[in-house]
């Protein structure tokens, strides 16, 4: 083996420790101190620190069927009941069928397993949509989150989704599903209210993984609106605020700190995009309001770990 080859290896394990090891060890203290905000719930703190141990491994080893059986929170089989239960509900048709972009159609089972069976943006009766909520979908996407909420009995749900591809199969899910109580919001939240760049394509070249990013490089330019001025603006008080935006959640909650911090609403909040997060928002969110209840869970196999609080 060249001496190229060896300086690269070591170049690559270098990075490798500093991006998905040296963060659990540096950080150790906040990490305590958030697995104590879940104190009150045991299955919360084991899928904690289950978490924290296969982002870490994911980090060296990447997507693995082996990380996933045995470091995994979601047992393989609650998965594939889930989607197979997709399949029987959508063949007697209790599902919507919402229109998707051609190349997700593979995503489509994975989607509704998450969302309408598991209901991944819900904890048990802890925290989800009540009779009446203003609920605000962050990452709408397509507005499968929206649909649900409204199954669930939102009132009225406020769907900001900035992809300029998606918008047309929001706007026509939104027509065919929204009762009139879906409101198509083509903005990004972040920490300020300005103009960012905006990658359509997520890293797999699809939709769902589109997000905010300071590269220069295949991006558009989108407006960025932060909650707590959009909600000023439109008086509008939330009751349940749902954010799954590929890693932006920390600065959107920045931008939503008088929102929450005043009106106190449900949250769910992905934490699984990158390992920092873990346990940066729940410290966010213990500043703003430190009466939040916390709980977390495991939606998918391999990603959808979210974190839940109400007071």
């Not at 990075?15 to 919360?44: G, R």
């Not at 989108?222 to 509008?236: A, G, L, R």
């Not at 699984?272 to 410290?283: A, F, G, K, N, T």
């Given at each position: 083996?060249?001496?190229?080859?060896?300086?690269?290896?070591?170049?690559?394990?270098?990075?490798?420790?500093?991006?998905?090891?040296?963060?659990?060890?540096?950080?150790?203290?906040?990490?305590?101190?958030?697995?104590?905000?879940?104190?009150?719930?045991?299955?919360?703190?084991?899928?904690?620190?289950?978490?924290?141990?296969?982002?870490?491994?994911?980090?060296?080893?990447?997507?693995?069927?082996?990380?996933?059986?045995?470091?995994?929170?979601?047992?393989?089989?609650?998965?594939?009941?889930?989607?197979?239960?997709?399949?029987?509900?959508?063949?007697?048709?209790?599902?919507?069928?919402?229109?998707?972009?051609?190349?997700?159609?593979?995503?489509?089972?994975?989607?509704?397993?998450?969302?309408?069976?598991?209901?991944?943006?819900?904890?048990?009766?802890?925290?989800?949509?009540?009779?009446?909520?203003?609920?605000?979908?962050?990452?709408?996407?397509?507005?499968?989150?929206?649909?649900?909420?409204?199954?669930?009995?939102?009132?009225?749900?406020?769907?900001?989704?900035?992809?300029?591809?998606?918008?047309?199969?929001?706007?026509?899910?939104?027509?065919?599903?929204?009762?009139?109580?879906?409101?198509?919001?083509?903005?990004?939240?972040?920490?300020?209210?300005?103009?960012?760049?905006?990658?359509?394509?997520?890293?797999?070249?699809?939709?769902?993984?589109?997000?905010?990013?300071?590269?220069?490089?295949?991006?558009?330019?989108?407006?960025v609106v932060t909650i707590d001025d959009w909600c000023q603006e439109n008086s509008i008080r939330p009751d349940f605020i749902k954010?799954?935006?590929?890693?932006?959640?920390?600065?959107?909650?920045?931008?939503?700190s008088h929102v929450i911090g005043a009106y106190r609403p449900s949250l769910a909040i992905c934490l699984y995009h990158r390992l920092?997060?873990?346990?940066?928002?729940?410290?966010?969110?213990?500043?703003?309001?430190?009466?939040?209840?916390?709980?977390?869970?495991?939606?998918?196999?391999?990603?959808?770990?979210?974190?839940?609080?109400?007071?």
């Amino acid at each position: 083996m060249s001496v190229y080859s060896v300086t690269r290896i070591r170049q690559f394990m270098d990075f490798v420790i500093n991006e998905s090891v040296k963060p659990l060890i540096t950080e150790c203290e906040l990490i305590e101190q958030a697995e104590s905000f879940f104190a009150e719930d045991d299955l919360s703190r084991e899928q904690y620190r289950r978490e924290l141990v296969f982002m870490g491994l994911h980090g060296i080893l990447g997507d693995s069927n082996i990380l996933t059986k045995y470091a995994g929170n979601m047992p393989p089989k609650v998965w594939e009941d889930a989607v197979e239960r997709v399949a029987a509900l959508r063949a007697s048709g209790h599902l919507p069928e919402i229109a998707y972009p051609v190349f997700e159609d593979q995503a489509i089972p994975s989607m509704y397993a998450s969302i309408f069976v598991i209901e991944q943006y819900a904890c048990e009766d802890f925290a989800r949509p009540r009779e009446g909520d203003v609920f605000l979908d962050c990452g709408a996407f397509c507005g499968e989150t929206a649909i649900w909420a409204l199954y669930r009995g939102a009132g009225h749900v406020y769907a900001f989704e900035p992809n300029p591809e998606a918008a047309p199969y929001l706007v026509a899910n939104v027509a065919r599903f929204g009762r009139g109580r879906i409101t198509r919001v083509p903005l990004a939240v972040g920490a300020s209210s300005t103009r960012g760049g905006f990658k359509v394509k997520g890293e797999n070249g699809d939709m769902s993984g589109a997000c905010l990013t300071n590269a220069a490089e295949g991006v558009d330019t989108v407006p960025v609106v932060t909650i707590d001025d959009w909600c000023q603006e439109n008086s509008i008080r939330p009751d349940f605020i749902k954010m799954d935006i590929e890693g932006a959640e920390p600065e959107a909650i920045n931008g939503a700190s008088h929102v929450i911090g005043a009106y106190r609403p449900s949250l769910a909040i992905c934490l699984y995009h990158r390992l920092s997060d873990m346990w940066v928002i729940p410290h966010m969110l213990k500043k703003l309001v430190p009466e939040y209840r916390f709980r977390c869970r495991k939606n998918a196999p391999n990603a959808e770990f979210v974190l839940y609080a109400t007071v």
